[in-house]
């Protein structure tokens, strides 16, 4: 097993997790290494220790789901095709490459696989085979929690549909992941998450106040319904524990990303009228709300209130504008926005991006910088709070991932193992928990069951 060490992303050294004391981690903690797990202090279990989980997903809601089960405790088991594996792994560059000394060919892990596939064993089968099949359902049978993301129907054929499975175990929570859900008039159509963003909402309320609709930089709608299923399951687990019974979890893209509309969506419902469209980086009620430009970039400022507009006046030096009427309270700047924001703007452009962030530093005053991706990831607050760790991968040696992200007071969450390499826990996987034989094993590779 490949050691998983926490790193302290200023540099300054790396600490095992394995075989530390209580005093070693207080010493490392005094210079300057910070304690990675209080799981690793504590010895207490993490919450979902004990939980097992069949993993038949691929990209990344569904990855990203089963990896905040895997974070949290639970032993996940991915299932992937045997020669190509999830989608993900081909998704570069870049990779991480190969140790010379590794015996692998080829370019290395794709970072994209890297990010949503850490904490789980990866077993390559087939489901063309019977065999490949059998060995699915007697997992199912050990598993609490199965997590699928396959059009409506498609697992049936193999019998490996919710109604089929819940008579092998009925305490089996089976979430079932697709673009647009189990029931209506979309329910079989392929859904990525710009198809989806596009379609229900988001797409149309992102960007320029003036210009096209664009899809956010992120696959957010695959990243909020990840988080909703996880979520759910785990509720699920609340609800067996009280019944003894498992559930089917329907949960669809298109659902998730018409919820997360929220206040857009409510202002919608209450007022029945279209709504205000794209805004770019300003806020449509409140004013000045959104980024300016600086001498080398652009600030973001949060004028929220009329207190905070306050200070904003002192700090730009513009005190007589409190008490202008047409600046003195929200309403009337939200009709004079155009030109409030271009006397701002003319007076940011002043100074460079620090040199006001300086400004407003302990003012109070809602303010950032708007910071690329590596400035993110080197940002002081995001290594204040360990966001960034650093693991060693058996075959790629020493990457770089962000850390799960919720701080926990006695089972702190952690990256025990990294993402695998395909079909590297099948043997684990069929001997420890089907009790197969190594000539059991290779017979199923010899005929492309297993990989």
């Known amino acids: 097993m490949s050691q998983i060490r926490g790193k302290a992303v200023s540099g300054l050294a790396r ?17 300057g290494i910070r304690r990675y797990s209080a799981a690793a ?11 097992r989980v069949l993993d038949m997903t691929r990209v990344l809601a569904g990855p990203y789901c089963t990896q905040i089960l895997g974070d949290l405790g639970a032993e996940v088991i991915k299932i992937e095709h045997p020669t190509r594996g999830d989608d993900t792994r081909a998704w570069g560059p870049p990779y991480a490459k190969y140790k010379p000394e590794s015996g692998r060919e080829g370019p290395g892990e794709s970072a ?39 059009l409506p129907g498609t697992l049936k054929k193999y019998s490996m549909d919710y109604e089929s499975l819940r008579k092998i175990n009925p305490g089996l929570i089976y ?25 229900f909402g988001l797409m149309h309320i ?20 990840g988080l909703y299923t996880s979520n759910s399951i785990m509720a699920a687990l609340l609800s067996r524990a009280k019944t003894g019974k498992g559930q089917h ?19 919608a419902l209450i007022s029945g009228k279209k709504d205000s469209g794209r805004w770019g980086t300003a806020h449509p009620s409140i004013v000045p709300y959104r980024a300016f430009k600086t001498k080398d970039g652009d600030i973001l400022i949060g004028g929220g209130n009329d207190r905070l507009f306050g200070v904003l006046c002192d700090g730009i030096g513009k005190p007589h504008w409190k008490d202008d009427a047409k600046f003195k309270t929200n309403a009337d700047r939200v009709a004079h926005r155009n030109e409030l924001e271009a006397e701002i703007e003319a007076i940011t452009q002043q100074k ?15 303010y950032a910088a708007i910071n690329d991706v590596q400035g993110t990831l080197n940002h002081s607050h995001t290594k204040a709070r360990d966001m960034v760790i650093e693991i060693d991968h058996e075959y790629c040696g020493p990457i770089k991932m962000v850390n799960t992200p919720v701080k926990w007071s006695e089972t702190q969450p952690i990256v025990r193992t990294p993402p695998p390499v ?8 069929l001997s420890e928990h089907l009790g197969l034989s190594e000539s059991d094993i290779a017979a199923l590779k010899d005929q492309g069951v297993v990989r």
């Open 206 to 225: 992102t960007g320029s106040r003036d210009g096209p609709p664009v899809k956010v930089g992120v696959a957010v709608t695959d990243l909020t319904t």
């Open 352 to 366: 460079t991006t620090q040199e006001w962030l300086d400004v407003f530093e302990g003012s109070g005053m809602p």
């Open 249 to 267: 979890i329907d949960v669809a893209l298109s659902d998730c990303q018409t919820a997360t509309l929220a206040n857009i969506a409510s202002s």
């Open 41 to 51: 202090v504590s010895g207490a279990p993490l919450p979902l220790e004990g939980y």
């Open 175 to 199: 979430a079932s992941i697709t673009g647009y859900g189990q029931t209506g008039p979309y329910s079989n159509r392929a859904g990525y998450d710009v198809m989806v963003e596009a379609e």
């Open 422 to 429: 395909l079909g590297q826990h099948t043997d684990e996987i």
């Open 15 to 31: 600490l095992s997790l394995s075989g530390s004391s209580p005093a070693q981690w207080l010493n490392a903690a005094a210079h």
């Open 112 to 150: 994209y696989f890297l990010g949503a596939n850490r904490n789980k064993k990866s077993l390559g089968l087939s489901f063309q085979h019977q065999g490949g099949v059998d060995i699915l359902h007697k997992l199912a049978a050990k598993c609490d929690i199965l997590v699928e993301n396959y």
